[in-house]
């Protein structure tokens, strides 16, 4: 089915937004962007309507439209949520096709170009590309659908980190450790490693967020 332009502009706003181009709090001006998209401003509405249905934005009476700022409770559901789809995929890569497990150490090597190219914000979206390759594993749709809209609402937690770098880096290792066990047909040891991983990611970025709550406090 062709898409209509409002998903098509919802799409585009979408990928800005899980690569970093429209930051946690960005009102969405339609002048602007109906300008730089050259499409009326019914479209651009119909298209943040897609994306309020995708917690991705928010409307604020009289004030706009912004892109949505997450809290804690946002991002444990989400890890919640990429658990139960990512270890699945884990559990089905044994009967995954090729092209679907090299798009994981594809992933892995991206985030590694553009570390040693000091690219950090481009580690991130190779990190959120290597964990939609694992849901992926399971060959489903669904689940791919389902991770497009996660991995979206998962960058805005990411801007509550201080550093890139040091949130991204010590993860570059253990996602090469778990492509490495997939490859070796390990599996369960492989969604063990996932499982430990995505715990720990939560606590940092949860951490994160608390710190800034307190310092919103305190201001």
């Known amino acids: 089915m062709a898409l209509s332009t409002a998903q098509r502009v919802a799409g585009v706003l979408r990928d800005r937004i899980e690569g970093g181009g429209l930051p946690p709090g960005t009102r969405l001006s339609e002048e602007a962007l109906g300008r730089d998209l050259g ?4 479209t651009l509405r119909e298209a943040f309507r897609l994306l309020i249905h995708e917690s991705l934005v928010v409307h604020r009476l009289n ?3 912004f892109v949505r700022v997450v809290d804690p409770a946002d991002v444990t559901d989400i890890y919640r949520v990429r658990a139960a789809l990512e270890c699945a995929g884990v559990r089905a890569a044994a009967g995954a096709g090729r092209p679907l ?3 994981v150490t594809a992933a892995v090597e991206e985030a590694g170009r553009a570390a ?3 690219d950090w ?8 590309r290597f964990h939609r390759a694992l849901a992926a594993l399971s060959g489903s749709p669904r689940i791919d659908a389902a991770m497009d809209r996660l991995m979206a609402e998962l960058r805005l937690a990411f801007h509550a980190m201080p550093s890139p770098r040091r949130f991204h880096e010590p993860f570059l290792a253990r996602n090469r450790a778990l492509a490495k066990l997939l490859a070796d047909g390990e599996y369960a ?5 996932l499982t430990t991983y995505l715990d720990d990611a939560l606590e940092l970025i949860l951490g994160a ?3 800034r709550e307190r310092e919103g406090e305190n201001a």
Request: without cysteine; negative net charge.
């Open 121 to 128: 914000q481009e580690v991130g979206s190779a990190d959120l």
């Open 209 to 211: 967020l608390r710190e």
């Open 101 to 103: 497990r090299e798009a």
């Open 39 to 42: 499409v009326s401003r019914n």
């Open 63 to 65: 004030r706009g439209v």
């Open 116 to 118: 040693a190219g000091g």
């Open 189 to 193: 040891r492989a969604e063990s490693e």
